[in-house]
């Protein structure tokens, strides 16, 4: 069993930050990517930023220059921090695992969702 969960979504103003944190636990033998998603009402889930095992990072455009992604390899945990936030940014943020568990011993690759945390902007 493997457990993703989000938090730190909120209720801000235009131009306020907001950090969401996401943590991976149970049967996960590495983790080789955590990503960050989101999904605004009425449109498809979308990819925001997403960081590798090597530390690699990626960004939508829609967050390049505002948002930042890190992780804690140590603890499986992800951070994305969002500054000067924008009424578009508004959406339920979703982070996704990307692992190597074993079963029967093999390593096998999985994929996971965390059940998602809203952020709202909005004067």
């Known amino acids: 069993q493997v457990q993703v969960v989000e938090s730190g979504g909120g209720l801000l103003q235009p131009g306020g930050s907001l950090r969401l944190s996401c943590a991976a636990s149970g049967s996960i033998r590495s983790i080789y990517e955590l990503g960050w998603y989101r999904e605004a009402p009425g449109k498809q889930r979308e990819v925001v930023a997403s960081?590798?095992?090597?530390?690699?990072?990626t960004y939508a455009d829609s967050g390049k220059g505002r948002f930042t992604v890190t992780r804690n390899s140590a603890k499986d945990t992800v951070y994305l921090q969002m500054n000067r936030l924008e009424p578009e940014d508004t959406a339920v943020y979703y982070c996704n695992a990307r692992f190597l568990s074993v079963v029967d011993g093999r390593d096998l690759n999985f994929a996971d969702w965390g059940q998602g945390t809203q952020v709202a902007v909005s004067s």
């Open positions: 960081i590798t095992s090597g530390e690699m990072t």
